[in-house]
């Protein structure tokens, strides 16, 4: 009997899952798994499969002559513990099949250096892909003497990794002993070498401790989902993209249907986008390009007209302009579209998703608010009950990223300039990218209000300005999520004693009191909890500004965060029993300071007469300075409808 196991992201192997794989589904699809910690902070990753990943074709050859198959990479859960999930990542959710040892490495930057390409990725295609290996003891021995020698000249392996391949190894074994006859592993080449070392030895320490550890238990999941090629590609920043994954959709159709390779419909697909772009290109142009294209190729020692030499060909013979740096022009754009290519992933009917995709389809239909075809614009006034509630739910799509779900226009809840007229404009449209997009955002939690308040409650607890993380609260009430607030106001109150600039911590309790007090609008649920972070931020303000000493250029700001420190003592003083005694000591000390910025003093001055703590007689004198003049009269007149106002 032969075993098959490969490398993926996680035990997808259980029950349904590994059955779900094998559904009618149009690739790309990825294994889509996540994780959360106690406190709700989440990872995510993503495994994709194409047409042509070997792991795929594995699978489906494994299938076809029913022979088992296992997934024996460490699964997310553990990696995710290895790796600290709270640590800040450049991307909350990765790729798993990414090639990062193979980036910064001495021996690619030497090979990349002689074979004159630029990148890894042309590296890749000069050795195995341009002139189409179809030897396959050729193609492995090439790929494993390249694979080896960047692996040793990588002398820090992650430690993450390492224990990656002691499970890997571990699953082998068990493997040997379950079943007879051969085994195929289908692993990443960066691993292979060193797995085959292992293998050839008795158990080392880390094998063994995957043999005698007890089965433990995560919060989180793994589900199928739709992918597409522009998540594919490394153009758009994720993690490990390939290159132009719509160029190897074509490689692969055409080398299916024929024995050479054909480049020229897709140049013929790159001139007809061209054209879609207003852009004509006459015969002699094409005729050019094909001919430096050809040449490129043949210099390179190419078989056939490759990627490089197509987009080099074109660019050569094609753009007649020069083109700014990091400017757009029609041919790079065309190119850049065909080489991506459009292919988006559709799940089988019958595939399991999680709760949170049901949950959301639900209450947009409740809501009336399910995408159609056409495109629509949705207008919604706040003070109308129903139509806050419509904008509760669209507020927690937005959160998470929901695909068809776009917020054009509204009053900017975080400055609240104008509160006369609160109204929001969204966009809502049929995307197929929706569903790939709910079933990551269970990652945050089982249903559309929990996960938007996962969100959130990951947000706040990775920032440290207090500003930003109290307009959470406003979101959080925007979403209407309230009750769901608790972790929001305990890291606050963890952030507030911790920070020191007097003017972010005033615009943390500008968000707070307005809440508290004045918001008549988002009515955010549990407002009674508040009291005690307004009360610590309040105090903090004081302490700040008691201690605020000679400053430059930020008068202005001090003066705002001033009239804050007042609004908040004069309309909660009594409910958050606040001492007049308290910040009267501190507006006298600064106000005495000859050392602090004129717009502050102005500020305090004016403080003092709004409480009746100040002569009359003291701010006219300071009022021969025209510019205090005015901030102060700003200040002192302003009304408690205005208040957030910046």
Known sequence: MIFLCFLSTSS?????????????????????????????????????????????????????????????DLPWADICSIENLSEKQTSETMLLYHEEPFWDNVFIRNLCKKTGVPNFDDLWDELFETNHLTQINEYRERASLFCDYARKENADVKQSILQREAFMAYQIRLAQTEFQGSILAV???????????????????????????????????????????????????????MPSPGFYDFVWENFRKNESFDHRPLVQKIVKMLHQKGKRSSSADRIASETTSRALADLRGHKNIWRRDLIDGLRATLVKDEIARDAGHPLLD????????????????????????????????????WAKRENKILELRLMNSEQREQSKVLHCLRLLGIAGYSLVENTDMIARKDLGDVKEKWN?????????????????GGTLSEAAAGFLNQRIRLETDPEIAASCLIESALAGIGRYST????????????????????????????????????KLEGRESLKGILRETYRRCLNLLDRLGATSSQGLEQARGIWTILQTYQYCSESLELSLEEIRDVLFRVGDDLKI???????????????NLEPVSKLLVLRKHKNINVKCTNIIQRSPMHFGKK
């Open 12 to 72: 997808f192997e259980t029950g349904s899952k590994l059955d779900d794989l094998f559904l009618l589904h149009t690739l790309p699809i990825a294994i889509y798994s996540f994780v959360r910690d106690e406190e709700g902070f989440s990872r995510g990753a993503y495994y994709p499969f194409c047409d042509y990943s070997p792991e795929w074709i594995a699978l489906k050859t494994a299938r076809s002559l029913r022979i088992p198959t296992r997934f024996i």
């Open 187 to 241: 692993t990443g080449g960066y691993h292979s070498s060193a797995l085959e070392e292992r293998i050839s030895k008795p158990p080392s320490m880390d094998e063994l401790f995957w043999a005698n550890r007890e089965e433990r238990f995560y919060d989180g999941g793994i589900a199928l989902t739709p992918y597409s090629n522009s998540k594919l590609s490394a153009e758009n920043g994720y993690r490990s993209g």
């Open 334 to 369: 065309a190119i850049s579209e065909v080489m991506c290519g459009d292919r988006i992933g559709r799940l089988a009917e019958g595939t399991s998703l999680p709760p949170i995709v049901s949950d959301i389809e639900t209450t947009l239909k409740k809501m009336n608010l």
């Open 428 to 444: 809502i449209v049929q995307d197929k990218e929706f569903h790939s997009s709910c079933i990551e955002a269970a990652r945050y």
């Open 487 to 522: 972790f929001l106001l305990k890291q606050l109150s963890e952030i507030i004693p911790n920070a020191f600039d007097f003017i972010r911590v005033c615009g943390a309790l500008n968000h707070i009191v307005y809440l508290y007090s004045y918001d008549e609008v988002l």
């Open 597 to 611: 910025d004129p717009f502050t003093r102005g500020a305090v001055c004016g403080a003092q007469w709004k409480l």
